[in-house]
Protein backbone atom coordinates (compact mmCIF):
# COMPACT_ATOMS: atom_id res chain seq x y z
CA UNK A 1 0.00 0.00 0.00
CA UNK A 2 1.57 3.58 -0.54
CA UNK A 3 1.82 5.44 1.74
CA UNK A 4 0.07 9.32 2.23
CA UNK A 5 2.41 12.04 2.69
CA UNK A 6 0.14 15.79 2.81
CA UNK A 7 2.56 18.85 2.39
CA UNK A 8 1.47 22.26 3.62
CA UNK A 9 2.08 25.31 1.38
CA UNK A 10 2.89 22.54 -1.51
CA UNK A 11 1.73 24.20 -4.46
CA UNK A 12 4.43 26.89 -5.04
CA UNK A 13 7.97 27.03 -4.11
CA UNK A 14 9.57 24.31 -2.06
CA UNK A 15 6.77 22.95 -1.41
CA UNK A 16 6.16 21.75 -4.90
CA UNK A 17 9.23 20.27 -5.39
CA UNK A 18 8.37 18.68 -2.37
CA UNK A 19 4.90 17.41 -3.37
CA UNK A 20 6.67 15.81 -6.78
CA UNK A 21 9.78 14.04 -5.10
CA UNK A 22 7.56 12.86 -2.85
CA UNK A 23 5.42 11.48 -5.77
CA UNK A 24 7.96 10.14 -8.27
CA UNK A 25 9.42 8.11 -4.71
CA UNK A 26 5.79 6.71 -4.95
CA UNK A 27 3.97 8.50 -2.27
CA UNK A 28 0.42 9.48 -3.04
CA UNK A 29 0.63 12.85 -2.49
CA UNK A 30 -1.84 15.69 -1.29
CA UNK A 31 -1.00 19.26 -1.25
CA UNK A 32 -2.45 22.08 1.01
CA UNK A 33 -2.40 25.77 0.41
CA UNK A 34 -4.17 28.84 1.43
CA UNK A 35 -4.88 31.74 -1.12
CA UNK A 36 -3.87 31.22 -4.69
CA UNK A 37 -5.87 29.27 -6.61
CA UNK A 38 -4.75 29.67 -9.86
CA UNK A 39 -1.00 28.19 -9.03
CA UNK A 40 -2.89 25.63 -6.94
CA UNK A 41 -4.77 24.52 -10.52
CA UNK A 42 -1.90 25.18 -12.29
CA UNK A 43 -0.49 22.78 -10.06
CA UNK A 44 -2.66 19.65 -10.64
CA UNK A 45 -3.00 19.92 -13.80
CA UNK A 46 1.14 19.56 -14.05
CA UNK A 47 1.63 16.90 -11.57
CA UNK A 48 -1.37 15.57 -11.21
CA UNK A 49 -1.93 16.58 -7.27
CA UNK A 50 -5.04 16.94 -5.57
CA UNK A 51 -4.57 20.41 -3.76
CA UNK A 52 -6.86 21.09 -0.53
CA UNK A 53 -7.77 24.73 0.37
CA UNK A 54 -7.64 26.05 4.08
CA UNK A 55 -5.75 28.16 6.48
CA UNK A 56 -2.90 26.31 8.43
CA UNK A 57 -2.95 28.39 10.96
CA UNK A 58 -6.59 27.60 11.90
CA UNK A 59 -6.82 24.72 13.91
CA UNK A 60 -10.61 23.90 13.25
CA UNK A 61 -10.01 24.34 9.38
CA UNK A 62 -6.45 21.83 9.63
CA UNK A 63 -9.26 19.57 11.19
CA UNK A 64 -11.72 19.69 8.80
CA UNK A 65 -9.04 20.02 5.91
CA UNK A 66 -7.20 16.66 6.80
CA UNK A 67 -10.67 14.63 7.09
CA UNK A 68 -11.01 15.63 3.52
CA UNK A 69 -7.51 14.59 2.50
CA UNK A 70 -8.37 11.47 4.57
CA UNK A 71 -11.15 10.66 2.91
CA UNK A 72 -9.66 11.05 -0.41
CA UNK A 73 -6.34 9.46 0.34
CA UNK A 74 -6.53 7.52 3.32
CA UNK A 75 -4.81 8.45 7.12
CA UNK A 76 -2.05 10.48 6.88
CA UNK A 77 1.41 8.73 7.34
CA UNK A 78 4.07 11.67 6.24
CA UNK A 79 3.01 15.08 7.13
CA UNK A 80 5.87 17.70 5.57
CA UNK A 81 5.26 21.29 7.23
CA UNK A 82 6.44 23.44 5.10
CA UNK A 83 3.67 26.75 4.48
CA UNK A 84 5.22 29.39 5.34
CA UNK A 85 5.60 33.75 4.37
CA UNK A 86 7.67 36.63 5.15
CA UNK A 87 6.76 40.07 6.56
CA UNK A 88 10.48 41.66 7.03
CA UNK A 89 11.43 44.37 8.42
CA UNK A 90 13.27 45.69 11.17
CA UNK A 91 11.71 45.38 14.96
CA UNK A 92 10.87 49.12 15.48
CA UNK A 93 9.10 48.94 12.67
CA UNK A 94 7.15 45.73 12.84
CA UNK A 95 3.35 45.69 13.21
CA UNK A 96 1.53 43.49 16.03
CA UNK A 97 -0.09 42.26 12.99
CA UNK A 98 2.88 41.54 11.01
CA UNK A 99 4.23 39.65 14.07
CA UNK A 100 1.04 37.64 14.77
CA UNK A 101 0.51 36.94 10.96
CA UNK A 102 4.13 34.59 10.66
CA UNK A 103 3.81 33.41 14.12
CA UNK A 104 0.32 31.55 13.21
CA UNK A 105 1.24 30.54 9.25
CA UNK A 106 5.04 29.52 10.30
CA UNK A 107 4.69 27.78 13.55
CA UNK A 108 1.10 27.57 15.14
CA UNK A 109 0.57 25.67 11.89
CA UNK A 110 3.30 23.12 12.57
CA UNK A 111 0.90 22.32 15.96
CA UNK A 112 -2.35 22.56 14.20
CA UNK A 113 -1.09 19.97 11.59
CA UNK A 114 0.76 17.70 13.90
CA UNK A 115 -1.91 17.62 16.71
CA UNK A 116 -4.27 16.62 14.33
CA UNK A 117 -2.47 13.79 12.53
CA UNK A 118 -0.53 12.35 15.74
CA UNK A 119 -3.19 10.57 17.50
CA UNK A 120 -3.62 8.63 13.85
CA UNK A 121 0.35 7.70 13.86
CA UNK A 122 0.67 6.72 17.47
CA UNK A 123 -2.19 4.37 16.98
CA UNK A 124 -1.01 2.55 13.93
CA UNK A 125 2.62 2.48 14.42
CA UNK A 126 4.17 4.85 12.04
CA UNK A 127 4.03 8.33 10.99
CA UNK A 128 6.87 10.83 9.70
CA UNK A 129 7.01 14.38 10.97
CA UNK A 130 9.27 16.84 8.74
CA UNK A 131 9.11 20.53 9.47
CA UNK A 132 10.76 23.21 7.17
CA UNK A 133 12.53 25.67 9.53
CA UNK A 134 15.43 28.20 8.23
CA UNK A 135 18.92 29.28 8.69
CA UNK A 136 17.43 32.16 10.14
CA UNK A 137 16.01 29.77 12.71
CA UNK A 138 19.51 29.24 13.70
CA UNK A 139 21.43 32.12 12.85
CA UNK A 140 19.08 34.66 13.08
CA UNK A 141 18.33 37.06 10.22
CA UNK A 142 18.03 41.33 10.85
CA UNK A 143 14.89 42.31 9.08
CA UNK A 144 13.42 39.06 10.58
CA UNK A 145 12.26 38.98 14.26
CA UNK A 146 9.54 37.12 13.73
CA UNK A 147 10.09 34.88 11.17
CA UNK A 148 13.16 34.06 13.13
CA UNK A 149 11.97 33.50 15.98
CA UNK A 150 8.97 31.01 14.64
CA UNK A 151 11.77 28.98 12.62
CA UNK A 152 13.51 28.72 15.85
CA UNK A 153 10.36 27.51 17.64
CA UNK A 154 9.89 25.06 14.95
CA UNK A 155 13.78 23.63 15.98
CA UNK A 156 12.01 23.22 19.80
CA UNK A 157 8.71 21.88 18.83
CA UNK A 158 10.64 19.11 16.78
CA UNK A 159 12.96 18.32 19.73
CA UNK A 160 10.11 17.47 22.25
CA UNK A 161 7.72 15.98 19.87
CA UNK A 162 10.51 13.44 18.46
CA UNK A 163 11.04 12.23 22.39
CA UNK A 164 7.05 11.94 22.37
CA UNK A 165 6.99 9.68 19.30
CA UNK A 166 10.27 7.76 19.49
CA UNK A 167 8.73 4.93 20.86
CA UNK A 168 6.01 4.79 18.49
CA UNK A 169 7.49 4.62 15.36
CA UNK A 170 7.43 8.03 14.30
CA UNK A 171 10.13 10.58 13.38
CA UNK A 172 9.81 13.96 13.55
CA UNK A 173 12.65 16.11 12.20
CA UNK A 174 13.58 19.67 11.14
CA UNK A 175 14.87 20.56 7.57
CA UNK A 176 16.47 24.35 8.02
CA UNK A 177 17.01 25.27 3.94
CA UNK A 178 19.58 28.48 3.12
CA UNK A 179 18.45 30.55 0.51
CA UNK A 180 16.51 28.86 -1.84
CA UNK A 181 16.21 30.33 -5.88
CA UNK A 182 11.98 31.22 -4.67
CA UNK A 183 9.66 33.78 -5.40
CA UNK A 184 10.35 34.55 -1.47
CA UNK A 185 13.68 34.46 -1.47
CA UNK A 186 13.16 36.69 -4.89
CA UNK A 187 11.16 39.03 -3.04
CA UNK A 188 14.19 40.53 -0.96
CA UNK A 189 15.46 42.93 -2.80
CA UNK A 190 18.19 42.47 -5.32
CA UNK A 191 21.07 44.73 -3.92
CA UNK A 192 20.71 43.24 -0.35
CA UNK A 193 20.23 39.66 -1.98
CA UNK A 194 23.45 39.96 -3.86
CA UNK A 195 25.17 40.70 -0.91
CA UNK A 196 23.43 37.42 0.59
CA UNK A 197 24.33 35.33 -2.09
CA UNK A 198 28.41 36.78 -1.89
CA UNK A 199 28.42 35.49 1.96
CA UNK A 200 26.84 31.70 0.84
CA UNK A 201 30.33 29.50 0.08
CA UNK A 202 29.09 27.62 -2.86
CA UNK A 203 28.09 31.09 -4.54
CA UNK A 204 24.43 30.47 -5.47
CA UNK A 205 21.37 30.24 -4.31
CA UNK A 206 19.81 26.88 -3.14
CA UNK A 207 17.74 24.80 -5.34
CA UNK A 208 14.47 23.95 -4.05
CA UNK A 209 14.82 20.06 -5.02
CA UNK A 210 17.95 19.95 -2.82
CA UNK A 211 15.12 20.51 0.33
CA UNK A 212 13.03 17.61 -1.22
CA UNK A 213 15.37 14.96 -1.52
CA UNK A 214 16.12 15.36 1.93
CA UNK A 215 12.34 15.11 2.33
CA UNK A 216 12.22 11.72 0.44
CA UNK A 217 15.23 10.66 2.53
CA UNK A 218 13.87 11.34 6.00
CA UNK A 219 10.59 10.18 4.61
CA UNK A 220 11.94 6.64 3.88
CA UNK A 221 12.20 3.59 5.84
CA UNK A 222 15.79 3.91 5.85
CA UNK A 223 15.81 7.03 7.95
CA UNK A 224 14.27 4.98 10.88
CA UNK A 225 17.21 6.07 13.29
CA UNK A 226 17.18 9.39 12.65
CA UNK A 227 14.65 11.65 14.78
CA UNK A 228 14.78 14.60 16.70
CA UNK A 229 17.30 16.49 14.14
CA UNK A 230 17.83 19.72 12.42
CA UNK A 231 19.05 19.17 8.77
CA UNK A 232 20.82 21.97 7.65
CA UNK A 233 21.08 22.59 3.80
CA UNK A 234 22.63 25.84 3.20
CA UNK A 235 25.45 25.81 0.73
CA UNK A 236 27.43 25.99 3.78
CA UNK A 237 26.67 29.77 4.78
CA UNK A 238 26.04 29.11 8.32
CA UNK A 239 27.37 25.80 10.05
CA UNK A 240 24.54 24.83 13.14
N1 LIG B 1 22.49 43.51 9.70
C1 LIG B 1 22.58 44.72 10.27
N2 LIG B 1 22.11 45.84 9.70
C2 LIG B 1 21.54 45.71 8.51
C3 LIG B 1 21.39 44.49 7.86
C4 LIG B 1 21.92 43.36 8.50
N3 LIG B 1 21.86 42.14 7.93
N4 LIG B 1 20.77 44.70 6.70
C5 LIG B 1 20.53 46.01 6.62
N5 LIG B 1 21.00 46.61 7.70
C6 LIG B 1 20.98 48.04 8.00
C7 LIG B 1 21.19 48.87 6.74
O1 LIG B 1 22.58 49.04 6.51
C8 LIG B 1 20.50 50.18 7.11
O2 LIG B 1 21.31 50.93 7.96
P1 LIG B 1 21.35 52.53 7.84
O3 LIG B 1 19.92 52.97 8.05
O4 LIG B 1 22.28 52.90 8.92
O5 LIG B 1 21.87 52.80 6.45
C9 LIG B 1 19.32 49.71 7.97
O6 LIG B 1 19.67 48.40 8.43
C10 LIG B 1 18.03 49.63 7.20
O7 LIG B 1 18.21 48.75 6.07
P2 LIG B 1 17.38 48.90 4.75
O8 LIG B 1 17.75 50.18 4.04
O9 LIG B 1 17.50 47.63 3.96
O10 LIG B 1 15.92 49.11 5.38
P3 LIG B 1 14.54 48.83 4.75
O11 LIG B 1 13.54 49.30 5.75
O12 LIG B 1 14.46 49.32 3.34
O13 LIG B 1 14.50 47.23 4.62
C11 LIG B 1 14.48 44.98 5.28
C12 LIG B 1 14.57 46.42 5.76
C13 LIG B 1 13.16 44.75 4.56
C14 LIG B 1 14.51 44.10 6.53
C15 LIG B 1 15.66 44.68 4.33
O14 LIG B 1 16.87 45.02 4.96
C16 LIG B 1 15.72 43.24 3.93
O15 LIG B 1 14.98 42.78 3.06
N6 LIG B 1 16.65 42.47 4.53
C17 LIG B 1 16.81 41.05 4.20
C18 LIG B 1 15.94 40.24 5.08
C19 LIG B 1 16.08 38.80 4.67
O16 LIG B 1 17.17 38.25 4.52
N7 LIG B 1 14.96 38.13 4.51
C20 LIG B 1 14.99 36.77 4.09
C21 LIG B 1 13.82 36.54 3.18
S1 LIG B 1 13.92 34.95 2.42
C22 LIG B 1 13.51 33.89 3.64
O17 LIG B 1 13.13 34.25 4.71
C23 LIG B 1 13.67 32.42 3.34
C24 LIG B 1 14.59 31.78 4.26
O18 LIG B 1 14.16 31.03 5.12
C25 LIG B 1 16.05 32.00 4.11
Same mark, same amino acid.
Given at each position: =? /????V??????????????? +?????Y??A???? *? #??????K??????I?A?K????????CKE?????V /??L????? +??????I??? @?? +?????L??????VN??LD??F? =??R???E? =?????F??I??IS?? #????G????? #???? @?K?????????????S @?S /????????A?????T? =?????S????S?I????????? *???????????F +???DQ??? @????T??? #???Q???
Amino acid at each position: =M /KRVAVVTGGTRGIGEAICEA +LKHAGYKVAATYQ *G #NDEAAKKFTEKTGIPAFKFDVGDFDGCKEGLAHIV /KALGPVDI +LVNNAGITRD @AF +LHKTTLKHWHEVVNTNLDSVFN =MSRNVIEG =MRERGFGRIISISSI #NGQAGQAGQT #NYSA @AKAGIIGFTKALAQES @AS /KGITVNAIAPGYIDTE =MVRAVSPEVLSKIVEKIPVKRL *GKAEEIAAMVVF +LASDQAAF @ATGATFTV #NGGQYFA
